[in-house]
């Protein structure tokens, strides 16, 4: 039988729905979609889309830290942005934020996130 674990932290923006921050099946750990919200005061960061990419990648990072592992033990991430002209930024942060071998990765453009975003990011970690 499978053990599911809630995992939280408030080094992470705070669920603003009916979700959990993610969620631990053995090993695997699934990751809600993370928008740049500062988990300080829940504001959206909106100085520019670096700012932004860069606010989802450090609450992805804090929830992957809760969950006793860190983005480089990331298999899949999906990334939703507001517009594709964003994509070699995406690209330019992920060789920042993770170390080769990359996780496996789809990239699409959505017509509206929530909050005006213009990156959310969903992923996969095993552990």
Same mark, same amino acid.
């Given at each position: ?9 408030? +080094? !992470?923006? %705070?669920?603003?729905?009916?979700? /959990?921050?993610?969620?631990? #099946?053995?090993? =695997? $750990?699934?990751? @809600? ?27 992805? +990072? !804090?929830? %992957?830290?809760?969950?006793?592992? /860190?983005?480089?033990?990331? #298999?899949?991430? =999906? $990334?939703?942005? @507001? ?27 959505? +017509? !509206? ?15």
């Amino acid at each position: 039988m499978s053990t599911k674990t809630i995992i939280s932290t408030e +080094k !992470a923006p %705070a669920a603003i729905g009916t979700y /959990s921050q993610a969620v631990k #099946v053995d090993n =695997t $750990v699934y990751f @809600s979609g993370q928008i740049p919200l500062n988990p300080e005061t829940m504001e959206m960061v909106t100085e520019s889309f670096e700012a932004q990419a860069k606010q989802v990648f450090e609450n992805l +990072k !804090a929830v %992957a830290e809760a969950a006793d592992g /860190s983005l480089n033990d990331f #298999v899949k991430i =999906t $990334v939703l942005l @507001s517009d594709l002209k964003f994509f070699g930024q995406v690209n330019e942060l992920m060789a920042e934020y993770f170390e080769a071998p990359y996780p496996a990765r789809a990239a699409y453009a959505v +017509k !509206a996130l929530p909050k005006d975003a213009d990156i959310e990011i969903e992923a996969v970690m095993v552990v």
